[in-house]
């Protein structure tokens, strides 16, 4: 199972970056994804998770209103969609998935998969 998040870059305040995760190796159309974020000092934080079959979606309550999550099975890609960006937000971006065929979102120590993260740096 490899899970690769790109799209992170440099953005102002209130700007808009679209992270995206990809899967190798593996239909990732049968996961749930969760997106969690990394910044220096802080513990890794939940931001979002889409189930399998996209009846289940969880947004964190820091990020709820600006970033959406989605996924496009046909590409094998799941989307974070940030909106707003402020300065807190910068952080390493990072994916992952549990690893279970048909399952919707898990709690947040059940995701065991990780790609590589993606820098977002919000700065005027």
């Known amino acids: 199972v490899q899970l690769q998040a790109s799209g992170g870059g440099l953005v102002q305040p209130g700007g808009s970056l679209r992270l995206s995760c990809a899967a190798s190796?593996?239909?990732?159309?049968?996961?749930?994804i969760g997106w969690f974020r990394q910044a220096p000092g802080k513990e890794r934080e939940g931001l979002s998770c889409i189930s399998h079959d996209v009846d289940s979606t969880f947004i964190s309550e820091p990020v709820k209103g600006r970033f959406t999550v989605s996924r496009d099975d046909a590409k094998n890609t799941v989307y974070l969609q940030m909106n707003s960006l402020k300065l807190e937000d910068t952080a390493v971006y990072y994916c992952a998935t549990d690893g279970r065929v048909g399952s919707s979102c898990p709690p947040s120590t059940d995701f065991r998969f990780w790609g590589q993260g993606t820098l977002v740096t919000v700065s005027s």
């Open positions: 190796g593996f239909n990732l159309e049968y996961y749930a």
